[in-house]
């Protein structure tokens, strides 16, 4: 769907007449959508023969091929000295607590294009967990809130030392502190099949990952799941 709104919208900007409001509505409108494209294809060529649909979330598009890999691109920031220092930390925390998760977490390669840094990671398929019916989220709530208890349990409890160097000065735990958005679940078995975008995780307390699952979206707020995860958590 993505793809085919950015192709035609891409197209119509031809009849602007004006090139400083074609370049505006192109950069801000597409976020540079078709010469990051065609940076990446360039970079990584095999990818042309291969079918490709685009999703937009966050600060990011992302590129997904044939369902097995995404390639993400800022949206915005597009400096290699801001974005990649960004990335490399996040490539580094994945890495380091991949093993510790119950759960499926990305990851991280990344490519350096001619203009664009993109960073490569493995589909996970599933949904967003908050984009759920409210009634299913309601009727398996006991299920879930077993599932996170056990992903937030074993998360709080790494300490790697590999990442000893990217703790704050103060904190107890690392934490993911954006959950409400990146929970993703299989619809039918209602299974949380992984969590991604791990760019906020930090070392603090961890209180920052229940809030950040009840009270980002509306809808979490108006089911017992986190009342549930804390519960089985301290269980």
């Keep these: ?5 950015f192709d035609v919208a891409y197209a119509l900007s031809f009849l602007i ?3 400083r409001a074609r370049r505006h509505f192109r950069d801000w409108t597409l976020f540079g959508y078709r010469e ?3 940076d990446l294809l360039k970079t990584v060529p095999e990818l042309r023969n291969r079918k490709m649909r685009i999703a937009k979330g966050g600060g990011c598009l992302a590129f997904i091929f044939d369902e097995k890999d995404v390639y993400k691109v800022r949206k915005r920031l597009a400096e290699a000295t801001t974005v990649f220092p960004r990335l490399e930390r996040e490539r580094r925390i994945t890495n380091a607590l991949r093993r510790y998760c119950t759960v499926e977490i990305p990851k ?3 490519i350096h294009g001619n203009k664009f840094i993109f960073y490569k990671t493995n589909f996970i398929p599933g949904v967003i967990l908050a984009n759920l019916p409210l009634r299913q989220l309601n009727a398996h709530s006991d299920e879930i809130a077993e599932q996170l208890a056990k ?3 074993k998360l709080h409890s790494a300490n790697p030392a590999s990442i000893a160097d990217l703790k704050n000065k103060t904190g107890e735990h690392w934490c ?3 959950l409400c958005s990146n929970v993703l679940i299989n619809p039918k078995t209602f299974k949380i099949t992984g969590v991604i975008d791990w760019e906020w995780c930090v070392w603090a307390d961890a209180s920052l990952d229940f809030e950040s699952l009840h009270n980002r979206r509306r809808k979490m707020r108006k ?5 549930k995860t804390l519960t089985k958590y301290y269980e």
């Design 151 to 153: 992903f937030l349990k």
């Design 36 to 38: 990051k494209l065609d």
């Design 17 to 19: 007449i004006f090139p």
């Design 108 to 110: 991280i390669e990344i």
């Design 1 to 5: 769907m993505w793809k085919l709104f």
């Design 223 to 227: 089911t017992e799941i986190t009342a």
């Design 176 to 178: 993911h502190t954006d």
